[in-house]
């Protein structure tokens, strides 16, 4: 009724309004009997963290050293990053083959390939200040020739606990003065020992 008084004062009858569309899933959502996950914890934003991740090791800091070629031990920080999108790839090692007078290949199942994971993230610095200090830690991380150790709930889901980076992007955009964009390319890797024996 309030808007048909409008549309004559303005004389607007022949114009349509343009009304929200009725949400098709209202009433159908329960909202008893679950209760919805919690945040880690804020950002500085005041956003909701649902997942962050960290490279490298918190507990044993060994894990985050290497000896370089001048025999110098050097390591690495741990570095959180609250601001992140993580996509894991999984490939399988399949060997096909030909056969003769037979359409399609054979197909022989060895077993599961390593992981790809995409880290796709943002190190926000203080309005007007460029976070170098993050940004040189997560460089010398990256650049470490050792395993990084993951600690991140959604990769431990997918029972991903080290990764051996591939290659990272970090790049600037226009407008963006405060925060630093960046890509990590990495593999998952399983740790295993060798046992020497005398035989």
Request: charged residues 25%; glycine residues 8%.
């Amino acid at each position: 009724m309030f808007e048909d008084m409008v549309l004559k004062a303005f004389n607007m009858q022949h114009v349509d309004v343009v009304r929200q569309p009725r949400n098709a899933f209202e009433g159908k959502v329960p909202r008893k009997g679950y209760l919805p996950d919690r945040p880690l914890y804020y950002s500085e934003l005041g956003t909701p963290v649902m997942s962050d991740l960290t490279l490298g090791d918190r507990v044993n800091l060994s894990n985050n050293a290497w000896v370089d070629g001048a025999g110098r031990e050097q390591r690495f920080e741990p570095v959180t990053l609250a601001t992140v999108l993580v996509t894991v790839m999984q490939s399988k090692s399949i060997i096909t083959t030909q056969v003769q007078g037979r359409n399609g290949t054979v197909k022989e199942y060895i077993g599961l390939g390593d992981f790809d994971v995409t880290i796709n993230g943002i190190i926000v610095g203080r309005n007007g200040v460029y976070p170098r200090e993050q940004v040189r830690r997560l460089k010398q991380l990256l650049d470490a020739p050792v395993p990084v150790v993951v600690s991140s709930w959604y990769l431990q889901n997918l029972d991903i606990d080290t990764v051996v980076i591939k290659d990272y992007e970090i790049g600037q955009q226009e407008g963006e003065y405060s925060m630093q964009r960046f890509t990590i390319n990495a593999l998952s890797d399983t740790p295993f020992e060798l046992k020497l024996s005398n035989v």
